[in-house]
């Protein structure tokens, strides 16, 4: 599903290389981990392949589905199947949150030649997957993310993936900023959304959040590279020891 060969990537304005020769690989219906300290590359990996602007890709490839992902803006890399999660949200004021999802709904199914949604529609399957994450229907009439809480930002990110419906998810250090409830509703959230087609790329620090959302493959990243791949026991190992011999390794 997305196959990413020696890829190489530096900020555009530094000569500062952040990602120095990675590969992965992630298949459908599997949840990889990637997992490493701070500085390591994790989430300058997630920017680049959703497109985000600042970084400069000087070698290697990304696909998606078998597209080369890393010459399409932002918006096609989303209707070709890709979303990311951030690990901080950012509020919209004036727009509100159920405009904004049905307008990204509707905007992917054109892309895709699909009919748009209708509004009865749209609003049947939003309070059915806004009640499944425990989302207050008073939320879904406020503008996107303002006034949230950290867990309430998640959970609605979560809202827009179920809603959008992405082949491929990449979280962005999801957890961060989340209480143990916060935590269980989000992960509750993504283990809803597994499916056979569907691939799941989760960044974090902690081990914690794999209690939840067990990962098939994880790896440890450190100085822009990946420098070990297992099971989710590597999760543990790591809980334990720290990212010392994965430092030295890199």
Not at 5 to 24: A, R, S, T
Not at 25 to 40: L, R
Not at 132 to 152: C, T, W
């Amino acid at each position: 599903m997305l196959d990413i060969k020696n890829l190489h990537v530096k900020l555009e304005d530094e000569d500062k290389q952040i990602l120095k020769g990675v590969d992965l690989t992630v298949e459908a219906g599997k949840v990889h981990a990637i997992m490493g300290p701070n500085g390591s590359g994790k989430s300058t990996l997630s920017y680049v392949l959703s497109g985000r602007e600042g970084y400069e890709v000087t070698d290697g490839s990304a696909t998606l589905l078998g597209e080369d992902i890393l010459e399409l803006e932002p918006e096609e890399r989303a209707a070709a199947g890709m979303f990311l999660a951030f690990q901080y949200p950012v509020e919209i004021p004036g727009v509100g949150n159920m405009t904004f999802l049905r307008s990204a709904v509707n905007a992917q199914r054109k892309a895709r030649g699909e009919e748009e949604m209708s509004s009865s529609e749209f609003l049947k399957v939003i309070r059915e997957k806004a009640k499944d994450l425990k989302i207050d229907q008073d939320m879904l009439k406020r503008p996107v993310n303002v006034g949230f809480s950290g867990g309430e930002k998640k959970r609605n990110e979560i809202l827009q993936m179920a809603m959008l419906e992405p082949k491929l998810c990449i979280l962005d250090e999801t957890d961060s900023g989340l209480d143990v409830d916060a935590m269980k509703l989000v992960s509750d959230g993504v283990n809803a959304l597994r499916s056979p087609d569907r691939g799941f790329l989760v960044i974090t620090h902690y081990q914690r959040l794999l209690d939840h959302i067990v990962p098939d493959v994880v790896h440890i990243m450190s100085d822009g590279r990946i420098v070990k791949t297992g099971g989710p026991e590597l999760a543990r190992e790591v809980e334990a020891n720290g990212y010392a011999e994965f430092k030295e390794t890199a």
